[in-house]
Nanobody
Framework: QVQLAESGGGSVQPGWSRSLSCAAS????????VGWFRQAPGKEREFVAH??????????AYADSVKGRSSISQDSATNTVNLQVDRLQPDDTAVYYC??????????????????WGQGTQVTVSS
């Protein structure tokens, strides 16, 4: 049984950074993908970043909205995927979710392709 649990959300001021973590269990056999999505009030859930965890390499990709100011990584020892977002702005306020899917090649950006989801963690950016 795959279980995902996010942590690290909170309230921050504009310009600050925040690191979110996604602890995964039940999905360790590579290859697979872990994605981060976010959903702001009244908006659709949108892709933020994903990481492809292969048998011998990893690849990462980012949405244009966070490219250049975010980083996704995996700690294989703890099977945790971390997302750090820098220079946060009020538009980044949302519930952030991590999701996982088994994938042989490439990672999808559409949320419908991910069958496993965490409960989400709120990030609020305001002064």
């Amino acid at each position: 049984q795959v279980q995902l649990a996010e942590s690290g959300g909170g309230s921050v001021q504009p310009g600050w950074s925040r690191s979110l973590s996604c602890a995964a269990s039940g999905i360790t056999e590579t290859p697979y993908c872990v994605g981060w999505f976010r959903q702001a009030p009244g908006k659709e859930r949108e892709f933020v970043a994903h990481i492809y965890i292969g048998t011998s390499y990893k690849t990462m990709a980012y949405a244009d909205s966070v490219k250049g100011r975010s980083s996704i990584s995996q700690d294989s020892a703890t099977n945790t995927v971390n997302l750090q977002v820098d220079r946060l702005q009020p538009d980044d306020t949302a519930v952030y979710y991590c999701a996982a899917t088994r994938r042989s090649v490439g990672c999808p950006r559409d949320s419908a392709s991910y069958p496993y989801w965490g409960q989400g963690t709120q990030v609020t950016v305001s002064s």
